[in-house]
């Protein structure tokens, strides 16, 4: 332990556990002041289904075996090749992992893990992104002063300045009672240096668990040649993998294996006789006497099942996500420009194509079709909402088990900062530039009960591909399944413009169409009261061969529609119910996400 008159980098604020909000501060017992994490026989077991060209074979694959060991307040160090065990073990002991499978015991100051632990601890996955998200999850964690601190290969990607920089602030807050518990890969002499105890684990196995300036000396007792201008990290790592010779291999190493299997065959017999001589050591034997008065010490009963419990309310939690989604929506303004650009284009292509095709022996026609090609514009536009909830899963999970937010928290704020804005503004920029080309008018209430209805549809087109995509990746959301039922039920809404075409038949499937709500709307809003002959016309419009519509009421009761002002709403409702029913399917899949993706 250093003096308190060190300079710190980042200032340390003394928290009171009253102070959080909506939380039973009972379980925050065995995590106030400096905690001590113990984990006693780990082992964790992974089912593993591999598919065959007539079946599926299911297998059990022991991913670590019988662990145990302490982590006090310091840098506590998990180390070893890359084949995953590393990472595995630091999510095991940050309650990351899936239960199933996993047995043992894990304590918190001698007492049964608390069912909030993921919210009162800390946790730095692997961001696959650039280095100053890496060094914001960093600081964002750093800044909640949890007692006990998780971190996933933090300086994997950075320069050898930057991760100085990290390890260096780690190794501050170990300093002032926190336990910092990373993994790492090969970190250099001026990193390893300042850890405090060292884990090397391969294969789900320990080979070394205690104080990190004794490794060195541990391998060099045993037989081991170091060399003195040798890592003592790639040194540790070599020996893992095979590549130096002990006292038991000194008459057998007399040639090199030249197959790959005999290198993997070489690199498993020394893993294993590198845990027999742990196992056998007076480290093993005295961290064996220390877990077992924690044992002694601890209280009857196990750990309780894992809880996500949020420390703020759920308003202030709404407050944030709609901000920094709202931001996050507002942060590509080229790309938001450039949609607005390419909508305005497309609407004063096809507001001048009905300009031109003008026709007063088809007035009304044109009105209906015009109406039609605005609601496939909906339509086609909310296909493009799918990933709303997929682009930041990763995110969203790690923050949601820490406890920053509830699932409908984020949920509606995510709806309410991207998807609105996000359909909003260029469905109002396609409507408004569209009439105005092609010389409809209306009333102030016509308008806004058309963009009304515009909104009530572009919504629910857009609940859609949200139900069928949230919470799995962007390239597994069935884009087609969502095409072929736009396709098809436009397809079935265009053909109800001609009623003697129409087959009854299929008139139901209408029952479950957004295109046909949606359009039946606009049409009741549009036409009802329209007079499309006037008698300044009266001339132009004899002299058409065909009949010719001239109220809006004629055609609307051509197409079946009621008159009446429940036969507008009744489309509403409609949409309001698919809406309801498609979000709530989103918000079940996010719950279920979570849970999946909870461990």
């Known amino acids: 332990m250093s ?40 082992s964790y077991q992974e089912t593993v289904q591999r598919c065959f060209q007539f079946y599926k074979k299911t297998s059990v694959i022991e991913r670590l075996s019988n662990i145990s060991g302490i982590m006090k307040p310091g840098l506590n160090v998990i180390m070893g090749p890359q084949d995953g065990s590393r990472s595995l073990l630091l999510n095991v ?59 996933d290969d933090p300086t994997t990607g950075l320069d050898l300045s930057t991760t100085t920089d990290v390890i260096s602030i780690l190794r501050r807050m170990s300093m002032r009672g926190r336990t910092i518990i990373f993994s790492i890969y090969r970190p250099p002499y001026s990193i390893f240096r300042l850890f405090d105890r060292l884990t090397l684990v391969a294969s789900g196995k320990v080979m070394f668990h205690g104080p990190a300036q004794e490794a060195l000396e541990y391998f060099k007792s045993a037989g081991y040649n170091y060399d003195s201008h040798n ?52 480290l093993y034997r005295k961290m064996k006497t220390e877990l077992d008065s924690f044992l002694g010490e601890r209280k009857a009963g196990r750990s309780s099942a894992l809880e996500i419990m949020c420390v703020t309310p759920f308003w202030h939690q709404l407050r944030w996500i709609f901000r920094r989604s709202f931001k996050n929506c507002l942060g590509f303004p080229r790309v938001t420009g450039i949609q607005a650009i390419v909508t305005a284009l497309v609407a004063v292509i096809v507001g001048t194509v009905f300009l031109v095709l003008q026709n007063d022996c088809t007035a009304i026609q044109r009105r209906a079709a015009l109406l039609f090609l605005l609601t496939s514009f909906e339509c086609i536009t909310g296909m493009t909402t799918g990933e709303l909830f997929v682009i930041d899963s990763d995110r969203f999970i790690h923050e949601h088990i820490s406890g920053y937010y509830r699932v409908s928290s984020y949920f509606l704020g995510k709806l309410l900062a991207e998807l609105v804005p996000r359909r909003l503004f ?5 409507t408004v530039i569209v009439f105005s080309i ?34 799995e990746n962007a390239a597994a959301i069935p884009t087609q399944f969502i095409t072929i039922y736009f396709v098809f039920t436009m397809y079935i809404t265009g053909l109800s413009l001609h009623p003697e075409d129409f087959l009854p038949e299929i008139s139901w499937i209408q029952h479950f169409s957004i295109p046909h709500y949606g359009f039946t709307a606009l049409l009741h809003n549009d036409l009802l009261g329209q007079n499309f002959c006037p008698e300044h016309k009266t001339a132009e419009i004899s002299r058409c061969h065909n009949l010719v519509i001239c109220t809006g009421e004629e055609f609307l009761t051509i197409q079946g529609i009621d008159l009446s002002s429940w036969g507008f709403w009744e489309n509403h409702v409609a949409l309001v119910c698919i809406m309801i029913i498609l979000l709530s399917i989103t918000y079940v899949q996010l719950l279920a996400f979570t849970k999946k993706r909870h461990f």
């Open 438 to 471: 092609a010389g409809i008018k209306t009333d102030v209430k016509g308008f806004f009960t058309m963009i009304f209805t515009v909104m009530m549809l572009a919504y629910s087109a857009s609940s859609l591909p949200l139900s069928i995509g949230a919470g």
């Open 3 to 42: 003096s308190n008159n060190e300079p710190v980098a980042i200032p340390i604020i003394e928290r009171n556990p009253n102070d959080l909000l909506g939380m039973d501060t009972s379980d925050l017992n065995t995590l106030t002041g400096e905690a001590v994490l113990s984990f006693h026989n780990i």
């Open 93 to 151: 002991l940050a309650a990351r992992t899936d239960p199933r499978g996993l047995s043992g015991d894990i304590f918190i100051n001698g007492k049964p893990r608390p069912a909030n632990f993921t919210c009162t601890s800390g946790y730095v996955p692997q961001p696959r992104s650039k280095e100053l998200r890496k060094r914001t999850s960093i600081a964002m964690e750093l800044v909640a002063e949890h007692p006990i601190l998780f971190l």
């Open 231 to 282: 890592n003592p990290a790639d040194f540790f790592l070599d020996i893992i993998d095979g590549g130096f010779s002990a006292l038991f291999h000194s008459e057998e190493d007399g040639h090199e294996a030249g197959e790959h299997e005999e290198l993997s065959e070489r690199q498993h017999e020394v893993i294993e006789e590198l845990v027999n001589m742990y196992a056998q050591s007076s």
């Open 426 to 430: 260029p469905s109002i920029i396609f």
